[in-house]
């Protein structure tokens, strides 16, 4: 079992930029691959981005792909996300994801899911 718990989220003008961390706790958070997905009203939770167990290999959606980086501390067992030059569309509930396999870059892999923070994003 691992729990995840998400921070960092807010409202911004367009072009700041926001960090989320991903707090894990439970079982060891380096036999996770991580990612983060985002998810607005009545439209599907899609992927945003994703890193390997060691950290060593990234994947992002072509929405963020050049503005965001994910990056992970697996000793202080965090998750982050850096985000610039955001835009309004980027404006949703932004959720932490764990899988037990080596990507955590689909839906149907996930194992575990955090509650969600919200980025809203003005122009």
């Known amino acids: 079992q691992v729990q995840l718990v998400e921070s960092g989220g807010g409202s911004v003008q367009a072009g700041g930029s926001l960090r989320l961390s991903c707090a894990a706790s439970g079982r060891t958070f380096s036999s996770y691959g991580m990612g983060w997905f985002r998810q607005t009203p009545g439209k599907e939770r899609e992927f945003v981005a994703a890193?390997?167990?060691?950290?060593?290999?990234?994947a992002y959606s072509d929405s963020v792909k050049g503005r965001f980086t994910i990056s992970r501390d697996n000793p202080k067992n965090t998750l982050y996300l850096q985000m610039n030059t955001l835009k309004p569309e980027d404006t949703a509930l932004y959720y932490c994801?764990?899988?037990?396999?080596?990507?955590?870059?689909?839906?149907?892999?996930?194992?575990?899911w955090g509650q969600g923070t919200q980025v809203t994003v003005s122009s």
């Open positions: 890193i390997s167990r060691s950290g060593s290999v990234t």
């Open positions: 994801a764990a899988s037990s396999t080596a990507s955590a870059s689909k839906l149907a892999w996930i194992d575990y």
